[in-house]
């Protein structure tokens, strides 16, 4: 009898332990929902001049980017969306 007591009140602590977990999740994610994780201001990305955007496709947390209007704009960048900040650029070339 004794045991069946301490097992009640060892459940009634996992019990309310389980509840505290859940009503503190419950709040953070209510409080982070009025602000955009991952969010940036204003972003300056450079692009050759006389080139321009011709193709966005996001991937992921990054957006590639491909450049045309001429032979020397030909060149894909990548960005980060998270950041805006620009991750790298692809130069495709011609295989000898």
């Given amino acids: 009898m004794r045991a069946l007591k301490v097992l009640v009140v060892v459940m009634g602590i ?7 977990v859940v009503a503190v999740t419950v709040v953070k994610r209510m409080g982070g ?3 955009k994780p991952g969010t940036f201001e204003t972003a300056t990305l450079s692009v050759p001049s006389g080139c321009r955007v011709v193709e966005m496709v996001p991937a992921g947390e990054r957006l590639v980017l491909r450049l045309g209007e001429g ?21 495709p070339v011609e295989a000898p």
């Fill in 33 to 35: 929902a009025a602000e």
């Fill in 14 to 20: 996992v019990i309310i332990a389980g509840l505290a």
């Fill in 71 to 91: 032979e020397r704009c030909r060149g894909i960048l990548v960005v980060d969306l998270k950041t805006g900040a620009l991750l790298g650029r692809l130069d």
